[in-house]
């Protein structure tokens, strides 16, 4: 049996409850903050809500939603295949996928963040290839034995992609 993911008004409607249970008032705007965050996901906007439960002023507008360290880390994993191509970067990367497979995180979600971080970065022109590649190393992982094997063989691909897309530029005007 399969459940649809809830949507906008049924998320609002239990983070409502939610937050009443827990004793404070939730405001309408922060709590489409919070929906927009978590994507659809009604688990990972609820322990949103319960880190934001513990800052003192809900109302502020700048308020920042806390994501969890895992996800922060894989961003921090993107930003280092983007920020240098080098062999040495592939072990670096390889150690922190490392660390989040130790921590239980799966590592089809670790590619999937990954790979969204670094579509959110690059050129319009190597996004289609960054997320066709992530989709064949996604199934290769699935039938595969050794996971990291896979994840690694992603970020050396995106990183030859990204490369060659910087070298095959005309850089004529630049002179």
Same mark, same amino acid.
């Given at each position: 049996?399969?459940?649809?993911?809830?949507?906008?008004?049924?998320?609002?409607? %239990?983070? +409502?409850?939610?937050?009443?249970?827990?004793?404070?008032?939730? @405001? =309408?705007? $922060?709590?489409? &903050?919070?929906?927009? !965050?978590?994507?659809?996901?009604?688990?990972?906007?609820?322990?949103?809500?319960?880190?934001?439960?513990?800052?003192?002023?809900?109302?502020?507008?700048?308020?920042?939603?806390?994501?969890?360290?895992?996800?922060?880390?894989?961003?921090?994993?993107?930003?280092?295949?983007?920020?240098?191509?080098?062999?040495?970067?592939?072990?670096? %990367?390889? +150690?922190?996928?490392?660390?989040?497979?130790?921590?239980?995180? @799966? =590592?089809? $979600?670790?590619? &999937?963040?990954?790979? !969204?971080?670094?579509?959110?970065?690059?050129?319009?022109?190597?996004?289609?290839?960054?997320?066709?590649?992530?989709?064949?190393?996604?199934?290769?992982?699935?039938?595969?034995?050794?996971?990291?094997?896979?994840?690694?063989?992603?970020?050396?691909?995106?990183?030859?992609?990204?490369?060659?897309?910087?070298?095959?530029?005309?850089?004529?005007?630049?002179?």
């Amino acid at each position: 049996m399969r459940v649809a993911a809830p949507n906008r008004v049924e998320m609002q409607t %239990v983070m +409502q409850h939610v937050s009443k249970r827990a004793g404070f008032d939730l @405001p =309408p705007e $922060v709590a489409d &903050k919070i929906i927009d !965050d978590s994507a659809g996901n009604l688990r990972k906007a609820i322990l949103c809500l319960e880190a934001l439960k513990m800052q003192p002023d809900l109302t502020n507008s700048s308020l920042a939603i806390a994501k969890p360290d895992w996800e922060s880390y894989c961003h921090k994993v993107a930003d280092l295949i983007l920020s240098e191509q080098t062999p040495a970067r592939v072990m670096e %990367v390889r +150690q922190k996928f490392y660390e989040l497979l130790s921590h239980c995180i @799966p =590592p089809t $979600v670790i590619l &999937k963040t990954v790979a !969204d971080r670094v579509v959110e970065k690059v050129d319009e022109q190597i996004k289609a290839d960054v997320i066709h590649w992530a989709a064949i190393y996604e199934t290769r992982m699935r039938i595969g034995s050794k996971k990291i094997y896979h994840l690694e063989a992603w970020v050396i691909k995106v990183m030859s992609i990204y490369k060659h897309f910087f070298y095959d530029m005309d850089l004529s005007g630049f002179d």
